[in-house]
């Protein structure tokens, strides 16, 4: 992989561009990659710098919106494929995901899921309190269930995408980092090329997977989506005895075991809402996500109001914000990582040894409806945006990108792509002149 240095890498011209390093660019070159298509794949900073490696790291169909589920059944298999050619070690395995129930409510959120969702081949089941404690190696009866899909996966996020990106590479892919783009060019309503700051390279098509920064890229093209960026804060703890071998969801924490026998640990829902401009003016698209986690979502004035996630306009010769923030790191919130990890321990008493090893901070690019968009703008013929992963991406990353692939090479897609259209939220694309 090529580096800011090597600006005579930056070729003048090929048939695909993608723009973002994170698991649905990365995959996305690669499976045109695979179909000798030529692509270059633009990183402004480092591949998997940001969300892509700070994810919890699971590939779950447990507990997937209906909408979305089966792109991720699709995707399930792509991880199983895709895995053992890497040539690398990912951590990759299938070890099951389970939903636990405090109480006889949650449990029937699971039915719940199970009755909405039974036409699908997601291969999860509810677990008694029996079997609850017996996968779980206890007998305390503190479960009144489960929700329980062993076919479900999990891999180590800062292995997994670079190895992919190295795989692309090997395959053919041009893989640059340190190399943001700056804009979109086109002529008679379609894309013609990118502008980096390095210089221009001639394109048929274009993918957007810039996660939080997308919304931000398509303002400057005068495109509005709805897309805000919520902080999501993680630990990982020392090692310690094994709860379970792959991962456990609870209202309090949830958990992975890791492959250096610590775990990764987190609440799911419990994130900080960053207010940005854009935030007000898409305010109401996002009052149900604040209205039902209002108890353990924060609402914050972000740091950042006039900062990179602010609202800019540049022309194609002028830095950008790509290029002042080339990885955001935004900081955790330590107290709440501290009472999730008691929790975890609360939940799972054999935990009670494990310590703090090293906490982070991601931001997630979240839709209004936590469903992404994959989808292709009026008036920009070859621009295809594949955004809003809401949290889901590196489980659903590899199923998306096939999606853009399809959609570039006109083949039929393998689900029905309407749910993820960019004009869902009701608002017509206003293309730039």
């Known amino acids: 992989m090529s580096t800011a240095d090597d600006r005579r890498q930056v070729p003048a011209s090929t048939q695909v561009v993608v723009i973002g390093g994170g698991?649905?660019?990365?995959?996305?070159?690669?499976?045109?990659?695979?179909?000798?298509?030529?692509?270059?794949?633009?990183?402004?900073?480092?591949?998997?710098?940001?969300?892509?490696s700070r994810n919890w790291g699971w590939i779950r169909k447990a507990g997937r919106d209906s909408r979305?589920?089966?792109?991720?059944?699709?995707?399930?298999?792509?991880?199983?494929?895709?895995?053992?050619?890497?040539?690398?070690?990912?951590?990759?395995?299938?070890?099951?995901?389970?939903?636990?129930a405090a109480d006889e409510a949650e449990l029937a959120k699971h039915e719940e899921w199970l009755r909405d969702n039974a036409g699908f081949d997601h291969g999860a089941r509810l677990l008694s309190p029996q079997e609850t404690d017996d996968l779980l190696k206890r007998n305390d009866r503190q479960f009144a269930g489960a929700l329980h899909t062993p076919s479900d996966a999990t891999a180590e996020p800062?292995?997994?995408?670079?190895?992919?990106?190295?795989?692309?590479?090997?395959?053919?892919a041009t893989i640059l980092e340190g190399c943001a783009v700056r804009s979109v060019e086109r002529a008679g309503g379609k894309v013609r090329s990118v502008v980096t700051e390095h210089g221009e390279i001639a394109c048929q098509s274009v993918v957007l997977a810039g996660g939080v920064w997308s919304r931000t890229f398509l303002e400057n093209l005068g495109l509005s989506l709805p897309q805000l960026a919520v902080k999501s804060s993680v630990l990982r703890t020392t090692a310690g005895p094994e709860v379970i071998a792959g991962t456990i969801g609870a209202t309090r924490a949830s958990l992975r075991r890791r492959a250096d026998g610590g775990y990764t640990i987190a609440r799911s829902g419990a994130a900080e809402f960053q207010l940005v401009p854009a935030a007000f003016r898409h305010f109401v698209d996002f009052l149900p996500i604040l209205a039902d986690r209002w108890r353990i979502m924060k609402v914050?004035?972000?740091?950042?109001?006039?900062?990179?996630?602010?609202?800019?306009r540049w022309q194609a010769d002028e830095v950008t914000p790509f290029e002042e923030v080339r990885v955001m790191d935004p900081a955790p919130d330590a107290r709440l990582l501290r009472d999730v990890l008691a929790s975890a321990k609360t939940l799972h008493p054999r935990l009670d040894g494990v310590?703090?090893?090293?906490?982070?901070?991601?931001?997630?690019?979240?839709m209004p409806d936590e469903i992404p968009v994959v989808d292709e703008p009026a008036g920009?013929?070859?621009?295809?945006?594949?955004?809003?992963?809401?949290?889901h991406g590196f489980g659903i990353g590899p199923g998306v990108?096939?999606?853009?692939?399809?959609?570039?090479?006109?083949?039929?897609?393998?689900?029905?792509?309407?749910?993820?259209?960019?004009?869902?939220?009701?608002?017509?694309?206003?293309?730039a002149a």
Do not use: N
């Not at 059944?73 to 990912?90: C, F, H, K, T």
């Not at 800062?158 to 053919?172: E, K, Q, S």
């Not at 920009?380 to 949290?391: E, F, K, P």
């Not at 990108?401 to 608002?427: S, W």
């Open 68 to 100: 979305e589920l089966q792109l991720m059944i699709e995707s399930a298999a792509m991880w199983r494929d895709l895995a053992p050619r890497l040539g690398e070690d990912i951590g990759y395995g299938i070890r099951g995901t389970t939903y636990l």
């Open 300 to 312: 914050r004035l972000s740091g950042d109001f006039f900062g990179p996630l602010g609202r800019h």
């Open 158 to 172: 800062t292995l997994a995408v670079p190895a992919m990106a190295r795989y692309a590479a090997r395959l053919g």
């Open 355 to 366: 310590e703090i090893a090293e906490t982070w901070g991601g931001l997630i690019d979240v």
């Open 401 to 431: 990108a096939r999606l853009v692939v399809q959609r570039i090479e006109g083949e039929a897609p393998l689900v029905d792509t309407k749910p993820f259209a960019f004009t869902r939220f009701g608002r017509k694309p206003k293309a």
């Open 380 to 391: 920009w013929s070859g621009l295809v945006i594949a955004t809003g992963l809401s949290g």
């Open 23 to 52: 698991i649905v660019g990365v995959c996305t070159a690669l499976f045109l990659a695979e179909k000798g298509i030529p692509v270059v794949l633009c990183e402004k900073g480092r591949i998997a710098g940001e969300q892509s």
